[in-house]
């Protein structure tokens, strides 16, 4: 696997590049800030681009528009966004356009390099993800509570895994419950968030998206 670094540390990307390397994935592209990945993404073709969200020059919001770009340039490279902040706006801002190939993560995982290295696989293949500890944040959220009081607590359960990136299949196996069982938490989800009819793919990332606005409209 190839991916990509934008990070204005470059005692991180070396870091992170050493660390990568031992489970077998190749940093292709290094770059102090976004505007650089950006450029030099075409010819590097990594299949994963990995950002922090503060970068020169504002240190705002980078990594997010780079990661916008970059998804909406060549889509089949997925991107990540490695924050040191929980944080649901950006979360939802990273996701607004769809969930396809994004990945939000904390930094403290990057100690973690298995986990790491299953999220840039998972990403690659056109997957999502969201950090379990924002997930967790969200889920003790007042504001989210109200939001969305409609759902059962298994309802809830259900969504979380589902924010985390997971298929039905892979919903089941974690929850133990049957595929058929999960389809219908699916829709009954769908249905009391009042989300219209379409692709499942599309229905789950509204769903998502309700949850990480509700959510994020408190912080």
Not at 68 to 82: F, Y
Not at 174 to 186: F, G, I, P, R
Request: aromatic share 4%.
């Amino acid at each position: 696997m190839r991916v990509a670094i934008a990070d204005d540390s470059s005692l991180f990307r070396g870091g992170l590049k050493l660390l990568l390397g031992q489970v077998g994935v190749e940093v292709c592209l290094e770059a102090g800030n976004a505007d650089d990945l950006v450029e030099g993404i075409t010819e590097a073709k990594p299949e994963v681009a990995i950002l922090d969200i503060r970068m020169p020059p504002t240190f705002t919001r980078e990594g997010l528009h780079a990661a916008a770009k970059i998804r909406e340039t060549d889509p089949s490279i997925g991107v990540l966004i490695l924050s040191t902040y929980a944080e649901t706006t950006y979360a939802a801002e990273l996701f607004a356009n769809g969930s396809a190939g994004r990945g939000y993560m904390l930094k403290d995982r990057v100690d973690d390099v298995g986990t790491l290295r299953d999220a840039l696989v998972r990403l690659a293949a056109g997957e999502s993800l969201v950090d379990a500890t924002l997930v967790d944040s969200l889920i003790g959220h007042s504001r989210r509570q109200d939001a969305l009081a409609a759902l059962t607590v298994r309802e809830r359960q259900v969504l979380r895994q589902m924010a985390e990136g997971r298929s039905n299949a892979g919903v089941a196996a974690v929850l133990n419950l049957s595929h058929k069982t999960v389809e219908n938490y699916a829709a009954s989800i769908f249905g009391k968030l009042d989300i219209p009819a379409g692709s499942d793919d599309n229905r789950r990332v509204l769903a998502v998206l309700s949850w990480l606005r509700a959510g994020s409209s408190g912080s």
